[in-house]
């Protein structure tokens, strides 16, 4: 079955970085892309970064852009997400989450990790 | 960016009842609307996808309808396991966007 397990979160102060792993498992990695959603304390969710398949393409949300960085390592069949001038609003349970398909279906999340949480705080 | 929005952000029903959730796109999505159920300290579960399609292994009283910028869930008769929180997400185009939440509780 489809496993995702986050790890690398934790206490950080301001303006730090962190690297946050996703460690996939029970399905082909290497065709699918793959996207990582936060939930802050009391928020609701928020979309952060997608990677595509084959590593070729990367989106990000503006409240992240030139700060963090998504990539991949298919032979580790590992998701990262990089995070680097961390603040206070980042403060949130980050969960990767698995595309449902290609094409139309990318951009559908059908399978998440458990989370996460990164908290920055001096 | 395109922004969604869900009403009501709570609500209160028991069980048996016919619940339906509502979500807005500030501008047109065509059908490329996902529903998602969290419960707390869980991880997200895809229900819907494309508006009105049911993921697999989703109770068939979950419903989806809409297309454009308004977009129903529907459950129709409430059971115990659906309190949760239901969050519609847009993928029409980046960057991705959630609404804002509906917390299904205990009447």
């Known amino acids: 079955q489809v496993q995702l397990v986050e790890s690398g979160g934790g206490v950080v102060q301001p303006g730090r970085s962190l690297r946050l792993s996703c460690a996939a498992s029970g399905f082909a990695f290497t065709d699918y892309g793959m996207h990582w959603v936060r939930k802050a304390p009391g928020k609701g969710l928020e979309w952060v970064a997608f990677i595509s398949y084959d590593g070729s393409g990367q989106y990000y949300a503006d409240s992240v852009k030139g700060r963090f960085t998504i990539s991949s390592d298919n032979s580790k069949n590992t998701l990262y997400l990089q995070m680097n001038g961390l603040r206070g609003e980042d403060t949130a349970v980050y969960y990767c989450?698995?595309?449902?398909?290609?094409?139309?279906?990318?951009?559908?999340?059908?399978?998440w990790g458990q989370g996460t949480l990164v908290t920055v705080s001096s | 960016d395109i922004q969604m929005t869900q009403s009501p952000s709570t609500l209160s029903a028991s069980v048996g009842d016919r619940v339906t959730i509502t979500c807005r796109a500030s501008q047109s999505i065509s059908s490329w609307l996902a529903w998602y159920q969290q419960k707390p300290g869980k991880a997200p579960k895809l229900l819907i996808y494309?508006?009105?399609s049911l993921e697999g292994g989703v109770p068939s009283r979950f419903g989806g309808s809409g297309s454009g910028t308004e977009f129903t869930l529907t459950i129709s008769s409430l059971q115990p396991d659906d309190y949760a929180t239901y969050y519609c997400q847009q993928y029409n185009s980046y960057p991705l966007t959630f609404g804002g939440g509906t917390k299904v509780e205990i009447k």
């Open positions: 989450a698995k595309a449902r398909g290609l094409s139309t279906l990318t951009n559908v999340l059908d399978y």
């Open positions: 494309k508006a009105s």
